[in-house]
């Protein structure tokens, strides 16, 4: 089976056959090149060429145009500091007085955009439909909060409700012209990466009131895109949100390492899981806990399907590549 055709059979929910594998590899992809995490970062060219040879020095089944968490907020007018071997961070905010006066970022223009897209087109042109091509988009609660700064965000949640449900719809708007832009490049879906928006960060209430509608509507406006699936990555002890996923349209849900994907399944039983082995330990852990792990999380998933091998969030830039391959190496000795 191709990379593809297993991630689709996972989709599927197809209770035999091989193991979809995707570690969530991003920076990591410029480590194992020898190349700095700034440079990554600002090159959709060297992104696609990062992806591509990590693909083939693992042989998992999906590439990433990932960058970091500031690029929509970059875009959209944001001050941000860039370091040679760690992720940029916003160093200027959005004034809230002039945050729901910007316009929309446009995709082929503005910040490091276009480089996100250039890497979605090389990509594709080189995979075509054999391995999945994954994009990325901020979910609204992050976007709101890497624009305006988590104290103003969380500040005028608190004080100015409507305003802040206001704001959620500009960084919503901002997201579904960026995802869409990504698909029309060639991505299969743009993972919905949210980590603002895990119980350990907002109250359970808050996001089902505010985030939920909006990543519903961000959801439903990937799938008329074109996307094969709706990927949601919330980092944390999300139990108490993710019976919550399959109303706003998710198709993969991701499990971080506290989360036991068995119980999920409970809750969840349409839904794709995606998980879950713990980032840190890719870096501390033997290539022998590693693959012990896997195929504990592969067998937990015998005669179901509907999982797919991965980390519980991002594979760390400096993660030990044997512990990489011992996943793989699972995925392939294992089936459902």
Excluded at 155 to 161: T, Y
Excluded at 237 to 253: E, Q, R, S
Excluded at 311 to 330: F, K, L, T, Y
């Amino acid at each position: 089976m191709t990379g593809m055709q297993c991630i689709n059979a996972a989709l599927k929910i197809d209770k035999k056959g091989d193991v979809a594998v995707v570690p969530q590899i991003f920076g990591h992809a410029a480590v194992l090149k020898g190349v700095s995490v700034e440079d990554y970062v600002k090159d959709g060219g060297l992104i696609a060429t990062c992806q591509l040879e990590a693909l083939l020095r693992y042989g998992h089944h999906a590439v990433f145009s990932v960058m970091d968490v500031c690029v929509e907020a970059e875009a959209m007018g944001a001050e941000v500091d860039y370091f040679i071997n760690n992720y940029p961070s916003v160093r200027k905010h959005i004034p809230i007085a002039d945050s729901l006066k910007a316009r929309i970022p446009n995709p082929k223009k503005d910040g490091r955009m276009p480089q996100m897209i250039k890497a979605v087109e090389i990509m594709r042109k080189e995979l075509q439909d054999d391995m999945l091509v994954v994009g990325c988009v901020m979910g609204p609660v992050t976007l709101a909060i890497q624009y305006l700064g988590v104290q103003d965000a969380l500040f005028m949640a608190v004080e100015d409700p409507d305003k802040f449900e206001k704001l959620l719809d500009y960084t919503a708007d901002v997201i579904v012209e960026f995802g869409k832009a990504q698909i029309d490049a060639g991505a299969h879906l743009p993972i919905i990466f949210e980590p603002s928006s895990s119980p350990e960060v907002i109250p359970p209430q808050f996001f089902r009131e505010m985030a939920l509608p909006r990543i519903e509507r961000i959801c439903k406006s990937f799938k008329s895109a074109g996307a094969v699936a709706n990927w949601l990555q919330i980092a944390g002890k999300t139990m108490p949100i993710m019976p919550h996923y399959p109303d706003a349209g998710v198709d993969i849900a991701n499990c971080d390492y506290c989360v036991e994907p068995a119980m999920v399944r409970r809750f969840m039983p349409g839904v794709c899981l995606a998980g879950n082995i713990k980032p840190l330990s890719l870096v501390e852990d033997s290539p022998e806990d590693i693959y012990k792990e896997s195929v504990r999380l592969i067998k937990t998933f015998a005669g179901q399907g509907g999982f797919i091998l991965s980390s519980g969030c991002e594979v760390p830039p400096e993660a030990r590549p044997e512990n990489i391959d011992a996943m793989i190496r699972a995925s392939r000795e294992c089936h459902f």
